[in-house]
């Protein structure tokens, strides 16, 4: 097998650093976050690290960059304490990929790539019409990660929109037929197939 020391990977450029450590975690989901900003424009952020945190009550959390990287996303949410998760399909990836574009605060991402903001009486932050999983989240707290100048924002699920079909029985949204999209690193995106579910694991 190849070694990478720190040292070998702090010689490499900013670029070549980034794809690796972001690859290096393996499969992520990809989430479009909806925002609305003090000016009344709305805001859509492309974050590749949404993550489960628990189902009772209903936490999800995404990492944020710095502020002085990436500022609307957390300012708009912690100003209204308000904001969608809306999942990307393979047929709205270039679209949403261009979401990640740093565009003045006064231009809408909706407008410039494209996508359809569906609004809701139920939350103040705008979905994307296009998506085929959208749930509105409450914001919970912001947990500044230190070491690295992130955070980690945490919020409570306070409705979920399901494509018609995608239910199971038992509560398993079935996310391949929605053609749902993975990552990996920063910019590849990846279909996917279910392989197999297994019972509950007991001893």
């Known amino acids: 097998m190849q070694t ?10 900013r670029f070549t650093r980034g794809n690796f450590i972001n690859s290096l975690s393996g499969f992520k989901s990809t989430h479009l976050i909806g925002t609305t900003h003090a000016n009344g ?25 710095p502020r002085e990287a990436a500022p609307d996303t957390l300012t708009n ?3 209204t304490g308000w904001y969608t998760m809306n999942a990307v399909t393979e047929a709205m990836v270039a679209q949403a990929h261009q979401c990640s ?3 003045p605060v006064d231009v809408s991402e909706f407008d410039a790539t ?3 903001p569906l609004l809701r009486p139920e939350c103040p932050a705008p979905f994307v019409a296009a998506s085929p999983i959208q749930y509105a989240m409450q914001l919970v ?9 992130t955070f980690l924002v945490v919020g409570e699920v306070r409705g ?6 995608l239910l199971g029985t038992d509560g398993f949204i079935e996310l391949e037929k929605a053609g749902v999209v993975t990552t990996s690193g920063i910019d590849s995106y990846h279909n996917t197939r279910l392989i197999s579910r297994f019972p509950y694991a007991k001893p």
């Open 4 to 13: 990478f020391t720190p040292d070998t990977i702090a010689s490499w450029d």
């Open 41 to 65: 424009g709305y805001n859509l952020g492309l974050f590749h690290n949404v993550v489960h945190l628990g189902a009772d009550p209903a936490l999800v959390g995404f990492v944020n960059r």
């Open 77 to 79: 949410i912690e100003r």
């Open 101 to 103: 574009a740093k565009y």
């Open 114 to 116: 494209g996508l359809e």
């Open 141 to 149: 707290e912001v947990v500044p990660i230190r070491h690295n100048g």
């Open 160 to 165: 979920v929109w399901l494509q018609e079909g």
